[in-house]
């Protein structure tokens, strides 16, 4: 059965790295990983998506090991504002499922 | 993001009226979702449509239905509304191609 777990939530300090870790079973081989962030009452926004290894954009890393049972976002040197919920996405495509996270709140400290 | 915009944005109902959600796009992209998140809960799929005649129910599709009226328009009825379907909606797309989905501002539904 496709699952998706992270840890419900993460505190941490300005100037900070922050790791967030998603477990996701029986992924297959052309399945991406998403990552998204979301501030109240806003929808989801995209911050980073990744297939294997590491991608790095502007904003984060992702690293995929080589089983891609689990994947990380990286959030470098994190702000007040990075505080927010933080979901991955892996889209089953051999079971024709999209599977959210159960989102991880980041709460970021002065 | 203003490519996908969701009408209305707010909405107090009475349980048992029908009432539709509905979400356009300008992005060009060929799948359309309908999720609902509960206060301090994570995302769940309420249906999904990967073409205009494509529609899929997804986890918890009970109490709604769905109608794909063009490429850039996918509306959400609830038939006969309850209040345990009081909840934030939010719609998407993605062009499937690596699953990146963009997503509407979200609508609040309140049904008394």
């Known amino acids: 059965l496709a699952k998706t777990t992270q840890p419900i939530s993460m505190d941490s300090y300005e100037g900070q790295e922050v790791n967030i870790t998603c477990s996701h079973n029986?992924?297959?081989?052309?399945?991406?990983i998403t990552w998204y962030q979301q501030f109240p009452s806003q929808g989801p926004r995209f911050i980073i998506q990744?297939?294997?290894t590491k991608v790095t954009n502007e904003v984060a890393s992702l690293f995929i090991p080589a089983d891609r049972k689990s994947s990380t976002l990286s959030l470098p040197r994190v702000s007040l504002s990075d505080t927010a919920v933080y979901y991955c996405l892996v889209a089953y495509s051999s079971a024709s499922k999209i599977i959210f996270g159960s989102g991880t709140r980041l709460s970021i400290r002065p | 993001d203003a490519d996908v915009t969701q009408t209305p944005r707010n909405r107090i109902t009475k349980t048992g009226k029908r009432i539709m959600l509905e979400c356009s796009q300008t992005k060009g992209h060929d799948r359309m979702y309908w999720y609902r998140q509960d206060p301090g809960l994570g995302l769940q799929l309420i249906y999904y449509?990967?073409?205009?005649?494509?529609?899929n129910k997804g986890e918890i599709s009970d109490g709604y239905s769905v109608s794909r009226q063009a490429q850039a328009k996918f509306s959400l009825s609830l038939e006969s509304a309850i209040p345990n379907q009081t909840a934030l909606y939010f719609c998407?797309?993605?062009?499937?191609?690596?699953?990146?989905?963009?997503f509407g501002p979200g609508t609040r539904l309140l049904v008394l």
């Open positions: 449509s990967f073409d205009v005649k494509d529609i």
């Open positions: 998407a797309t993605s062009d499937g191609k690596v699953e990146t989905q963009y």
């Open positions: 990744g297939y294997k």
């Open positions: 029986n992924i297959a081989t052309n399945d991406y």
